[in-house]
């Protein structure tokens, strides 16, 4: 665009068309004032000449001064042809050679915008494919990003139940003077088998066997080789399962176990018993009962409790006179 229209036509407005009507011109004006003042000048010789001897001339015709202007006549006439050439000049490039320019243009803005379209048309295979391949890629992103949102949903419905858990464990945990009291019927001791949910994620219930004797419920693992795990009751607490009949809970200090019995009376009759062994641990134990060995469950939880305030940091030193190793406390 720069270089075949607007700097040519930059330089015909402000050179060529500049000097018609300044530079351009003077060379013929000038040549018109020296053919007009030796015109002038022969005339009034001539003039003179007649009047010297004794005639008078009112008119000089040309032929007789042709002779002499003949010099300042072609010079004039050199002039008029240079002025002339530049004006023609001057008109070719106002008129054909600016639309020849604007037609090499033409021809260019063609040229580029027809290379152009031979450029996309050698791209529209790889722009095809391209197009394939990311719809084959928004469809791996977008099944990916369904599946992440149905494990979100399922981590949020898990850490939902285990929040709800550890709320009813909280609650369950504050320890009152008057627990549930079980029916005297069914005593404080039994053997028999449970249904106990497993902490994996699977949540299956498993068969163990259970036994209830001493304030402390025995429950047998699935490997013969494995010793039972042995539950002290007062440290526990006994919990129905409002949504499942036949169901309940033990609520111990570290961890909450899920039983399930064969039916809603078998459920009772399970939670009566662990009530009931459980008072009966706690009223021996404010009766004061001295008996030794495994039976002695108050014993048992004395020395757990002094063990574990023993092992609390600062305790290895009395707290008044700094001695090592003390033996007892005040509160």
Excluded at 38 to 44: A, F, L
Excluded at 114 to 137: F, M, N, R, W, Y
Excluded at 212 to 226: D, Y
Aim: aromatic share 6%.
């Amino acid at each position: 665009m720069n270089n075949i229209i607007s700097f040519p036509l930059d330089s015909l407005l402000k050179g060529d068309l500049k000097g018609v009507k300044g530079d351009l011109k003077k060379p013929f004006d000038k040549a018109w004032k020296d053919y007009e003042t030796k015109i002038t000048k022969i005339e009034k010789e001539k003039k003179e000449h007649a009047k010297l001897h004794g005639m008078i001339r009112t008119e000089i015709s040309g032929a007789e001064i042709a002779e002499e202007m003949e010099k300042e006549r072609r010079l004039f006439q050199l002039q008029m042809c240079e002025y002339l050439l530049k004006v023609n000049e001057i008109k070719i490039k106002k008129g054909v050679d600016l639309l020849q320019n604007l037609i090499k243009y033409f021809h260019a803005q063609c040229n580029f915008f027809q290379d152009g379209l031979k450029a996309v048309e050698s791209l529209k295979p790889s722009i095809e494919t391209l197009s394939t391949d990311l719809h084959t890629i928004k469809q791996a992103q977008d099944e990916e990003r369904r599946q992440l949102i149905q494990l979100r949903d399922i981590l949020k419905s898990a850490l939902q139940v285990e929040q709800k858990e550890d709320s009813q464990l909280r609650q369950s945990t504050a320890y009152s003077l008057h627990q549930p009291q079980g029916n005297k019927e069914h005593g404080t001791e039994r053997n028999g088998n449970l249904y106990k949910k497993s902490d994996g994620i699977r949540k299956v219930w498993q068969k163990r066997k259970c036994s209830v004797k001493n304030g402390f419920l025995t429950i047998s693992h699935g490997t013969a080789n494995r010793p039972p795990a042995k539950l002290n009751l007062l440290t526990c607490q006994v919990k129905t399962n409002p949504e499942e009949k036949k169901c309940f809970d033990l609520i111990s200090h570290d961890r909450t176990y899920h039983f399930q019995a064969e039916d809603e009376q078998e459920c009772q009759i399970w939670m009566s018993v662990l009530q009931n062994s459980k008072e009966e641990a706690l009223n021996n134990a404010f009766k004061g009962d001295d008996n030794t060995g495994e039976n002695n469950i108050v014993q048992e939880l004395t020395k757990e409790i002094i063990s574990e305030v023993q092992r609390m940091t600062g305790n290895d030193v009395c707290c008044d006179c700094g001695a090592p190793d003390p033996t007892w406390l005040s509160t």
